[in-house]
Structure formats: structure tokens, C-alpha cells
């Protein structure tokens, strides 16, 4: 539409271009949802595993329980490291595809697989070693030998959900998703059915109880990477046949590793930062641990929505820059931020004005209820900075900048969250809330410094990344 002169200069219409030009096109919008909302029901699904075996096992016992939730939570710090370096994997295959290199999405594939089989060794060593590990760090004597036994038979399930990673990764880039949603719907009723049958002992199987419930997830998780080739062969193929020597060469296959393992510190630094924080919690008593569970449970669903966000943008962010469309990078970037950054700012409303009818929804003790009203609208300060950080992670990753929001986090955890939270956890009369302000601030401060490195790098020529080379787009 034309406008006059006058018009242009009316400050009401200065306003409406202002906020016309931050709000994503239709089209843009598409694009990322497309893409985003499948992988959101992804993230969701991975998650369920790992729930339904604690429901289920908590009908056997308090103990039980706690030993699941162990063993879950040992399981996932031994792999989380791997799973973030293969992550690597996002820019290299999306921007070949951008750039129309097909070749270059083969190798990468395969290099991805080859990393996934070398990962899972040292990942699965350390778990055979659960029980030692976990009595060393003064967990309950009577919870150990089942949370170990967990963690062993969960060892040899490391190698398949790695696999299984890498494929996801690569359908992702090829905005294939179906088959992953498929499957991980596949991977949860055999999850079900597999615990039904092993942890209670129906039809004629010996009851495993914990065992049984690691057992099950790890049969499911060797099903995942098989029942994802036969769903999506057609895509998968041409990536994985014939096997190409380049990707065996070990200089490449370095620089990917290089390009990845920021990622998987960097997602280790949060999630041992929330552990710090669950174990603090341990040291104020039991109501402050089931609070923070219930407060932290809430939290990380909401996350998925960004997290989902920021993959999808990972993707989009890595095609156009293989095109050389800097302008279309941006604007993907800008799509992500106000869907991901949008929806967080939405659950942090909820989580500030009705915390206590939230809280009810996991337990009707009264002081744990109590307790997690009051954590609740901590989350949802923490909610915005979260997801912002999530979205402008999924947006470096995308154009291979992996090295330093690796050392932003190590910086907003480590060196300001974590003090933080044990001064106004133990220092002050706040406890369990101010343990979780620690949190609030950490991520205040990832966020901060993540968005503004996205302004920074993409103001800047961005040139694709090529492992066979030194890596171009890691600048500092």
C-alpha cells in the first residue's frame, strides 16, 4: 500500500512498521511450524520413555522409585555429552542440502554414524560402573544396588539411542519427520508393553521389577533406529549407500567431532546445572525435593516447545546459509524468536498466576503444594530467559558457531548461577526459592549473551561449514 509523505512520518505508523517488520511472514511462519511442531512431538515422546517407567515402577515401591529415577537420571548424565556431539551433525547437513551438495550429505551421515559407535563406548563403560559411582556420591544406601542394576542393563542401550540420533538429526535436516513421529510412537507402546511384562512378570516372564523397567526401555531403544531406516529408507538410502571411504578419513572426522563436542558440553553444563541444584534441594529436606520436582516437571514440558523452536531453526538457519541467502538466515532466525520466545512468555504467565492449581495436579501434600506455589513463579521468570536460550542455541548451531556459546554457558551456569544459588539458598533466609532465583539468573545471563552473539554473527558474511577443511564458520 502507498502512503503519503505525512503519513511515513506519523509516529502511529512508524510504530506499525516497526512491528510489522519483527512479525514473521505467513510464509515464514509455515516453514518453521512445519518443522518445529513435529519436533516437539519428538522431544515429548523421548521424554515419555523415561516416565513411563517411573509410573509403572512406582506401583512396586517407594524404593523402586527413587531407584528408577536414579538410575534415569545417571543414565542421561553419562550420555547427554554424546547426544550433544553428534548434534554437530545439524549445520554440516543442513547447509549441504542448502547449497544442494549431496555428496557432502552422505559423508556426513556416515561420519555421524561412524562418531555415534565410538561415543557409545566410553558412555557405556561408565554405566556398567553405576553402583560405585552413584555410592560414591553418598546416594542412599538402599536405593544404590537397584539405581546400578538400572544403569547396567540401560549400558547396552546407549549405542542404538546414539544411532537413533544421528538419523533423527538427519531426517530433521531433510524436513522428514513423519517416520521419527511414527516411530517414537512405535518405540513407546512396545516401552508399555515391554514393562507390563517384565517389571510385574505377566505372560510366564519372571518379575524383573527396576530391572525390568531398563530392560524394556533398552529393547525399545534398539528398536528405534531400525523401525526409523524401514520408515524412511526412501530418504535415508541415497545418504547411506554406497559407504563412502572419505568418511572413514580421521582429519574430517576430528573437525566434526571438534564442531559437535561444544554442543554436548555445553548441553552438560545445563543439565548438571539442574542437578546441582535437585541435590541442594536434597540437603534442605524432603518437601523442598518433591517441590522442586513438581516445579522443575512443569518446566521442562513447557521447554519442549522452544527446545522443538530451536531445532526447527537449526535447520532452516543451516539450509540458507548452504544457499548463501544470509537474508533468508535472519529471517528464520526471526521466526524462531518470536514463536519460541513467544510461547515461553505465555507459560510464564500461567506459571506466575495460578501456581497452586498447578502444583495440585502432582500431589495433594499441603506444605509440598505450598512450596512449589512459591517455586512456580520463579519458573516462570526463568521461563523467558529458558527459552531464549534455547531458540538462540538452535540459531548458532545452525550456522556452526558451537565454540562459544559453549563457554557463555560455562560462564552463566558455573560462574554466576550455581554461586548465586548457594548463597541465597544457604546465606539467606530464602532456601529452596533462592536456590531457584541461582537458576533465574544463570539463564538471564545465557540468554542475554546468546542473543546478542545471534545479532553480532548475523550482521557478519557467514560461509558454510566443511569439515573436509578447517572449519570457516567458528569465529570468536
Same mark, same amino acid.
Given at each position: 500500500?502507498y502512503?503519503?509523505?505525512?503519513?511515513?512520518?506519523?509516529?502511529?505508523?512508524?510504530m506499525?512498521?516497526?512491528?510489522?517488520?519483527?512479525?514473521p511472514?505467513a510464509?515464514?511462519?509455515?516453514?518453521?511450524?512445519r518443522?518445529?511442531?513435529?519436533?516437539?512431538?519428538?522431544?515429548?515422546?523421548?521424554?515419555?520413555?523415561?516416565?513411563v517407567?517411573t509410573?509403572?515402577?512406582?506401583h512396586?515401591?517407594?524404593?523402586?522409585l527413587a531407584?528408577?529415577?536414579?538410575?534415569n537420571?545417571?543414565?542421561?548424565?553419562c550420555?547427554?555429552?554424546?547426544?550433544?556431539?553428534?548434534?554437530?551433525?545439524?549445520?554440516?547437513?543442513?547447509?549441504?542440502?542448502?547449497?544442494?551438495?549431496?555428496?557432502?550429505?552422505?559423508?556426513?551421515v556416515?561420519?555421524?554414524?561412524?562418531?555415534?559407535?565410538?561415543?557409545?563406548?566410553?558412555?557405556?563403560? #561408565?554405566?556398567?560402573?553405576?553402583?560405585?559411582?552413584?555410592?560414591?556420591?553418598?546416594?542412599?544406601?538402599?536405593?544404590?544396588?537397584l539405581?546400578?542394576?538400572?544403569?547396567?542393563w540401560?549400558?547396552?542401550?546407549?549405542?542404538?539411542?546414539?544411532?537413533?540420533?544421528?538419523?533423527?538429526?538427519?531426517?530433521?535436516?531433510?524436513?522428514?519427520?513423519?517416520?521419527?513421529?511414527?516411530?517414537?510412537?512405535?518405540?513407546?507402546?512396545?516401552? /508399555?508393553f515391554?514393562?507390563?511384562?517384565?517389571?510385574?512378570?505377566?505372560?510366564?516372564?519372571?518379575?524383573?521389577?527396576?530391572?525390568?523397567?531398563?530392560?524394556?526401555?533398552?529393547i525399545?531403544?534398539?528398536?528405534?533406529?531400525?523401525v526409523l531406516?524401514?520408515l524412511?529408507?526412501?530418504e535415508l538410502?541415497?545418504?547411506?549407500?554406497?559407504l563412502?571411504r572419505?568418511a572413514l578419513?580421521?582429519?574430517?572426522?576430528?573437525?566434526?567431532f571438534?564442531?559437535?563436542?561444544?554442543?554436548?558440553?555445553?548441553?552438560?553444563?545445563?543439565?548438571?546445572?539442574?542437578?546441582?541444584v535437585?541435590?541442594?534441594? /536434597?540437603?534442605?529436606?524432603t518437601?523442598?525435593?518433591?517441590?522442586?520436582?513438581?516445579?522443575?516437571?512443569?518446566?521442562?514440558?513447557t521447554?519442549? #516447545?522452544?527446545?522443538?523452536?530451536?531445532?526447527?531453526?537449526?535447520?532452516?538457519?543451516?539450509?540458507?546459509?548452504?544457499?548463501?541467502?544470509?537474508?533468508?538466515?535472519?529471517?528464520a532466525?526471526?521466526?524462531?524468536?518470536?514463536? /519460541?520466545?513467544?510461547f515461553?512468555?505465555?507459560?510464564s504467565?500461567?506459571?506466575?498466576?495460578?501456581?497452586?492449581p498447578?502444583?495440585?495436579?502432582?500431589t495433594?501434600?499441603l506444605?509440598?503444594?505450598?512450596?512449589?506455589?512459591?517455586l512456580?513463579?520463579?519458573?516462570?521468570?526463568?521461563?523467558?530467559?529458558?527459552?531464549?536460550?534455547? #531458540?538462540?542455541?538452535?540459531?548458532?548451531?545452525?550456522?556452526?558457531?558451537?565454540?562459544?556459546?559453549?563457554?557463555?554457558?560455562?560462564?552463566?551456569?558455573?560462574?554466576?548461577?550455581?554461586?548465586?544459588?548457594?548463597?541465597?539458598?544457604?546465606?539467606t533466609?530464602?532456601?529452596?526459592?533462592?536456590?531457584?532465583?541461582?537458576?533465574?539468573?544463570?539463564?538471564?545471563?545465557?540468554?542475554?549473551?546468546?542473543?546478542?552473539?545471534?545479532?553480532?554473527?548475523?550482521?557478519r558474511?557467514?560461509?558454510?561449514?566443511m569439515?573436509?577443511h578447517?572449519?570457516?564458520?567458528?569465529?570468536?
Amino acid at each position: 500500500m502507498y502512503l503519503s509523505a505525512d503519513e511515513t512520518r506519523n509516529p502511529k505508523n512508524d510504530m506499525t512498521n516497526v512491528v510489522a517488520r519483527a512479525m514473521p511472514t505467513a510464509e515464514e511462519s509455515r516453514a518453521l511450524l512445519r518443522l518445529a511442531l513435529p519436533v516437539v512431538v519428538v522431544q515429548v515422546g523421548i521424554m515419555a520413555m523415561g516416565v513411563v517407567d517411573t509410573i509403572m515402577v512406582g506401583h512396586l515401591s517407594a524404593t523402586a522409585l527413587a531407584a528408577v529415577a536414579l538410575g534415569n537420571l545417571y543414565f542421561f548424565g553419562c550420555v547427554i555429552l554424546g547426544m550433544g556431539a553428534l548434534m554437530g551433525l545439524d549445520p554440516i547437513v543442513a547447509q549441504a542440502l542448502g547449497a544442494g551438495d549431496h555428496p557432502a550429505v552422505a559423508r556426513g551421515v556416515q561420519r555421524g554414524l561412524i562418531l555415534a559407535i565410538a561415543l557409545s563406548i566410553p558412555a557405556a563403560l #561408565v554405566l556398567l560402573y553405576g553402583e560405585a559411582a552413584l555410592r560414591a556420591m553418598g546416594q542412599p544406601a538402599e536405593v544404590v544396588p537397584l539405581a546400578g542394576a538400572y544403569a547396567r542393563w540401560a549400558a547396552p542401550g546407549v549405542l542404538p539411542l546414539y544411532l537413533f540420533v544421528v538419523l533423527r538429526q538427519s531426517l530433521q535436516a531433510l524436513r522428514a519427520m513423519r517416520p521419527i513421529i511414527i516411530c517414537i510412537i512405535a518405540g513407546n507402546i512396545l516401552n /508399555g508393553f515391554l514393562n507390563w511384562v517384565l517389571i510385574y512378570g505377566h505372560l510366564g516372564a519372571p518379575a524383573l521389577g527396576v530391572a525390568g523397567a531398563a530392560i524394556s526401555t533398552t529393547i525399545g531403544r534398539w528398536a528405534l533406529p531400525f523401525v526409523l531406516l524401514g520408515l524412511a529408507w526412501h530418504e535415508l538410502g541415497p545418504a547411506l549407500r554406497p559407504l563412502r571411504r572419505e568418511a572413514l578419513e580421521w582429519a574430517p572426522l576430528g573437525r566434526m567431532f571438534h564442531l559437535g563436542l561444544p554442543i554436548g558440553i555445553q548441553t552438560a553444563l545445563e543439565f548438571t546445572a539442574f542437578g546441582a541444584v535437585g541435590l541442594m534441594m /536434597g540437603r534442605l529436606g524432603t518437601i523442598p525435593v518433591a517441590a522442586h520436582q513438581v516445579a522443575i516437571n512443569l518446566a521442562s514440558l513447557t521447554f519442549m #516447545v522452544p527446545l522443538g523452536v530451536g531445532q526447527a531453526a537449526a535447520v532452516l538457519v543451516g539450509h540458507a546459509i548452504g544457499a548463501a541467502d544470509l537474508p533468508g538466515a535472519r529471517r528464520a532466525a526471526r521466526a524462531a524468536m518470536v514463536y /519460541g520466545v513467544g510461547f515461553m512468555a505465555l507459560t510464564s504467565l500461567v506459571f506466575v498466576l495460578i501456581p497452586e492449581p498447578l502444583a495440585h495436579l502432582y500431589t495433594n501434600d499441603l506444605p509440598t503444594i505450598a512450596l512449589a506455589a512459591a517455586l512456580l513463579p520463579v519458573a516462570g521468570v526463568f521461563q523467558l530467559f529458558d527459552g531464549t536460550q534455547a #531458540v538462540t542455541a538452535g540459531i548458532l548451531r545452525g550456522a556452526g558457531d558451537t565454540r562459544v556459546p559453549m563457554f557463555i554457558n560455562l560462564g552463566g551456569f558455573w560462574l554466576c548461577g550455581i554461586p548465586l544459588s548457594l548463597v541465597l539458598g544457604f546465606r539467606t533466609a530464602m532456601g529452596p526459592v533462592g536456590l531457584w532465583w541461582g537458576l533465574a539468573a544463570a539463564l538471564a545471563v545465557v540468554a542475554a549473551i546468546l542473543t546478542l552473539r545471534v545479532r553480532t554473527l548475523l550482521r557478519r558474511p557467514l560461509t558454510r561449514v566443511m569439515v573436509e577443511h578447517a572449519i570457516a564458520a567458528e569465529t570468536v
